[in-house]
């Protein structure tokens, strides 16, 4: 019996999480500050061109999993994810030294559904690379190019 009450109260959260998603977070609904969306081709996926300075921030988040963004070198590139369940996501695998990693690290407050971590990199140097980080659960798998000038 307790067991079916603690997934009743998980189901519970989830849905609630659900319902939520987005509400009061700009990073779900809009592009990085100061970058404009560039709408998508039939061949390409959507690219976010920046009109910020250098030692700009980006924001991402699963919903930008597949998108190709260009920043100016030295530029901050942050990802957010999060995943259902006690899995979490593994260390990221660059195609390039153009991005540095800098740092993972859990977001708080802890949210019921799973752990949130914040992945930071950096625009070392001009050229291309793409970024993935794999779950070690069910959760999707996130990848991003990153053009750095």
């Known amino acids: 019996m307790r067991s079916i009450a603690k997934a009743l109260v998980g189901l519970l959260w989830v849905a609630v999480l659900a319902a939520c998603a987005g509400v009061g977070s700009p990073a779900l609904t809009s592009p990085p500050a100061g970058a404009t969306v560039v709408s998508p081709t039939e061949t390409t996926r959507p690219t976010i061109e920046p009109t910020a300075r250098p030692t700009s921030q980006f924001s991402l988040t699963m919903a930008d999993t597949g998108r190709t963004i260009t920043v100016p070198v030295a530029s901050e590139v942050d990802v957010t994810l999060q995943t259902i369940g006690p899995a979490e996501y593994g260390n990221p ?11 993972v690290s859990y977001v708080t407050p802890p949210v019921p559904a799973g752990p949130t971590q914040l992945f930071r990199f950096e625009a070392a140097a001009q050229g291309q690379t793409t970024i993935t980080i794999q779950s070690t659960g069910h959760s999707p798998e996130f990848e991003v190019t990153v053009n750095s000038d």
């Open 93 to 103: 695998q660059l195609s390039s030294p153009s991005v540095r990693f800098l740092s």
